[in-house]
């Protein structure tokens, strides 16, 4: 028989629950996985008792969140969880201990009545008859239950969900990240059943999924983008449940997949690398960057002297270079069209450092706009397929390609100088809350989210004070001269 993914088996033979706490409850109950020991070596009842403990402590983080608890103790939640499970009802359901000629001893819990049938199924409303019945503990049929699961203002199929699902998102989302969400969510529906109803999928159907996509070769990488886009912020069941098809409380698709500490070491050493001084001295050196087009190199110093996204300098209308007091800026923006942002603290106004507005910037955008351009790069089109930010990629690349042949292997291209940009004010100073407003960061604790202040584009410059600089701290010392009709010169550019 195999051992149910909630079950763990000790070395000395007896079985374990064990459970991961939902991330929203990581603070409240100050763990992130429960584990308890069940005393028992026989699978049937073990798997008997977990399936009580699990509607035990679903119910209990239910109660935890209506309640807005701040902090649960251990010994507490046990208590709360006994009570919700059934407490000592459910220890008085018979157990049954045989032993056999050669020794060997068997255990099975034994429910044979009607209250004793109530009462467990109370306890594990959760689980079907036939999920009950696999434990080979209670007839399959079904015995009408009062469902304790919230109600939902509208019953929906999952096919019917999906379809509005992805209706819903289409308009604002690009067509190749719009395809894998799509495939993402078939396969969901594939695995439960089209005709199934959406408010009557539970965690286990998800992890049953999750467990499925493994089995067929799915990686953690790929796992978790789909977990994502069905569980994260915007996915499908936030969606469900802010529509009202689906109840409120636990989004059931999340917490299932994490990166383990290898997984992450290996995703560090494959992620982008930040370029060193040598290799930046190499890439904007006149005679290398004169090689890009006038506006891959506009665009490649604004990703060094910004840390903006390839996506965000692409997308960058004329009307997106204002001024702040008189500070000129970049506006990241999803106002205009076909504009997007991947977070809302993606949305920000970047002040523009000295050395950049010294090789001509402003006078460049003037030339634009007198032509009578919209956009400030013309070659990134509103509807590309992957996305407005890939041509500038590309010919980024293509560049890298050519003069970095004999640099050691590593993972660099555009993003590289967004991580070059966020190591260099780390290594000046630069306070984080600054960094993560400068860069479209949002930093893990809730805290700074809830109570903190916006910094203005003079503070993000200039900084906090002395001991607290902004990014004009930063000093790349490039040796391009001012930019004229597209052609550098030799001279050396440093602001002091």
Not at 130 to 150: K, N, Q, W, Y
Not at 217 to 224: D, V
Request: glycine share 8%; with cysteine.
């Amino acid at each position: 028989m195999r051992i149910p993914h909630h079950l763990i088996r000790t070395a000395s033979g007896t079985y374990a629950f064990r459970q991961r706490v939902p991330s929203d409850l990581h603070v409240v109950i100050g763990r992130k996985l429960i584990k308890q020991t069940l005393r028992t070596s026989n699978l049937a009842s073990a798997r008997l008792r977990a399936i009580v403990l699990a509607s035990g402590y679903a119910h209990a983080y239910d109660v935890l969140r209506d309640q807005r608890v701040d902090r649960f103790s251990k010994k507490d939640l046990e208590a709360l969880v006994e009570r919700l499970s059934g407490g000592a009802d459910r220890r008085d359901l018979t157990l049954h201990r045989t032993q056999a000629a050669d020794g060997t001893i068997t255990e099975r819990w034994q429910i044979d009545s009607e209250d004793d049938v109530r009462l467990f199924r109370q306890a594990q409303s959760f689980a079907t008859a036939t999920e009950v019945a696999a434990i080979g503990m209670l007839d399959p049929e079904p015995h009408p239950v009062r469902s304790t699961r919230p109600q939902v203002s509208e019953t929906i199929s999952l096919e019917k969900a999906r379809d509005a699902w992805l209706a819903s998102i289409k308009p604002r989302t690009l067509p190749k990240t719009y395809t894998i969400k799509t495939a993402a969510v078939e396969s969901l529906v594939a695995f439960l059943g089209p005709k199934s109803k959406l408010h009557t999928v539970t965690r286990p159907d998800l992890a049953r999924w999750y467990q499925h996509l493994r089995d067929v070769g799915a990686s953690t990488p790929t796992l978790t983008n789909k977990q994502s886009y069905v569980g994260g912020k915007a996915g499908f069941f936030d969606w469900a449940i802010a529509s009202g098809y689906y109840p409120k409380g636990d989004n059931p698709a999340t917490g299932h997949v994490s990166y383990s500490l290898r997984e992450k070491r290996a995703r560090r050493k494959l992620g982008f690398k930040a370029y060193d001084r040598d290799q930046i001295q190499t890439i904007f050196s006149p005679s290398n960057f004169e090689k890009l087009s006038e506006n891959a190199r506009w665009a490649s110093l604004l990703g060094l002297y910004t840390g903006a996204r390839a996506s965000e300098v692409g997308q960058l209308l004329i009307a997106d270079i204002v001024l702040e007091g008189k500070l000129p800026c970049i506006r990241i923006s999803d106002e205009g069209e076909n504009q997007k942002v991947k977070t809302e603290v993606s949305l920000r106004t970047v002040p523009l450092h000295p050395d950049f507005l010294a090789l001509g910037f402003m006078d460049w955008v003037a030339t634009r706009k007198a032509a009578g351009h919209k956009r400030l790069f013309p070659q990134a089109k509103g509807d590309a397929l992957n996305g407005q930010g890939n041509w500038i990629t590309k010919a980024f690349s293509r560049h890298l390609a050519t003069i970095g042949k004999d640099w050691p292997k590593a993972k660099r291209g555009f993003h590289s100088l967004r991580k070059t940009f966020i190591q260099e004010l780390q290594t000046l100073g630069v306070a984080s809350e600054l960094r993560a407003q400068i860069v479209g960061h949002e930093l893990d604790d809730e805290h700074h989210a809830t109570y903190s202040r916006a910094f203005t584009a003079k503070e993000k410059l200039n900084g906090m004070g002395k001991h607290s600089p902004g990014l004009s701290s930063l000093k790349y010392e490039l040796r391009l001269g001012r930019t004229a009709q597209g052609k550098a010169t030799s001279a050396r550019v440093r602001t002091k």
